[in-house]
């Protein structure tokens, strides 16, 4: 079972404008930061415990491959 997800307007407006940075760094570099933060929405749609907690807060923590520090 996979559960649905909305994304934020203000977290997808930081997705989209971390997408024209990395695409301004090096072309196609934007298009591989979609690729990578779709693919782990997903992963996360499909198993939303599979993430740890951050600090012992509410929320989990997923790092996204290759842009860790998103």
Partial sequence: MSYTYRLHPLAYKDYYEAYIWFENKQKDLGE????????????????????????????????VEFFPYI
């Fill in 32 to 63: 591989r930061f979609l690729k990578a933060v779709r693919n782990k929405i997903q992963k996360i749609a499909l198993n939303p415990k599979a993430s740890g907690h951050k600090d012992n807060r509410s929320f989990r923590e997923a790092k």
